[in-house]
């Protein structure tokens, strides 16, 4: 009796390995960007950064914007949900009499740590200017954009540009 007993659980364990090798050796479902010899958090965020890229269109509006280091814009809408509604926007450099150039980090809302680095150059006196950014931490590790920064009116301004989540400079 005492071999039966521990014969019937061995036969158990032994087909459950089997079924489970033979999954393994089944073909993947969908195509993966990621090699047989990568694995672990460097696979997944391969994975996730494969695609992302396309058109950058941002509003913010700067009623908080002194013109001082320091102040701020605050995002308004935005099309990637990595730059939320609510992001602030903090300028490094004062403004000068007619235009702007200087750097910039981006503060999306709630904890983390999360920034994406940029630098702004603007004209006031045609409401036009450029906006770069390259690279960040947290979700904006490997982030770039570029964008034709635009006046709306009042103290709302545009972003209209392309941006992609890339590791390549």
Known sequence: M????FLVP??????????????????????STVTADESGPQASMKQSYAARSGELHVTKEC????????????????????????SRVVYANAA???SLDTDVILYPPGPGNNKAYGHVTLNFQTGTGTVTFSGGTGKFTHFHGTAAVSYLGGP??????????????
């Open 2 to 5: 005492t071999r039966r007993t």
């Open 10 to 31: 061995a036969t158990i364990v032994a087909s459950v390995v089997l079924v489970a090798c033979e999954a393994q050796r089944s073909p993947p479902t969908a195509p």
């Open 63 to 86: 009623s908080a914007y002194t013109g001082m280091a320091g102040s701020y814009c605050t995002i308004t809408s935005s099309n990637i949900k990595q730059i939320q509604p609510g």
């Open 96 to 98: 000068r009499a007619t």
């Open 156 to 169: 709302n301004w545009a972003w209209n540009g392309t941006y992609r989540f890339s590791n390549e400079r």
